[in-house]
T-cell receptor, first 111, second 116 residues
């Protein structure tokens, strides 16, 4: 119940299309779900997060949905741009601190 | 407001040497976390510290690895007698406090450790 499964591992989309990345988990304790964007050689940057008391959160072109019953959460990027190209990591946290990360999705936005 | 500062950015060591990685949290943050990232993988939790206390070191190997966060100065991740398998990027993150304030965690630029 500790891992987070993230799919797909690679994703290519045309500029302007939408991208969706999905993560699943199996424990019941997790209540915090952040998404990080990491460009090559750089730090992971938090782009959006959601807590288990809400089902959806949106910030401009980025949205996250959470289905706690089914134990999955997804990142949605609309109107993709070349600068969205990066590796995206989902993560989950329970209680106070430790984050468990997925293995990442390499997103390529083709101009 | 400076972010999480890590140094050095790159560190090269020969097998058997010691590696010291430093992390200064964001201003106002008293909680520090260390993660390790292997190429093309996610980050794996190593240790969580508050000032002068190790709260959880369950992700850190029991031998050769140690961490501290003294009352004054940065947090230090120390790897003794390094081996090739220690080559990775080591990221530090910080947060303001406990409970819900623990999140989100903000990351530094990492230290890329290479073992020759």
């Amino acid at each position: 119940g500790e891992n987070v499964e993230q799919h797909p591992s690679t994703l290519s989309v045309q500029e302007g299309d939408s991208a969706v990345i999905k993560c699943t988990y199996s424990d019941s304790a997790s209540n915090y779900f952040p998404w990080y964007k990491q460009e090559l050689g750089k730090r992971p940057q938090l782009i959006i997060d959601i807590r288990s008391n809400v089902g959806e959160k949106k910030d401009q072109r980025i949205a996250v949905t959470l289905n706690k019953t089914a134990k999955h959460f997804s990142l949605h990027i609309t109107e993709t741009q070349p600068e969205d190209s990066a590796v995206y990591f989902c993560a989950k946290g329970a209680g106070s601190y430790q984050l468990t990360f997925g293995k990442g999705t390499k997103l390529s936005v083709i101009p | 407001n400076a972010g999480v500062m890590q140094n050095p950015r790159h560190l090269v060591r020969r097998r058997g040497q010691e590696a010291r990685l430093r992390c200064s949290p964001m201003k106002g943050h008293s909680h520090v976390y260390w993660y390790r990232q292997l190429p093309e993988e996610g980050l794996k939790f190593m240790v969580y510290l508050q000032k002068e206390n190790i709260i959880d070191e369950s992700g850190m190997p029991k031998e050769r690895f140690s961490a501290e966060f003294p009352k004054e100065g940065p947090s230090i991740l120390r790897i003794q007698q390094v081996v090739r398998g220690d080559s990775a990027a080591y990221f530090c993150a910080s947060s303001p406090g406990a409970g819900p304030s623990n999140q989100p965690q903000h990351f530094g630029d990492g230290t890329r450790l290479s073992i020759l």
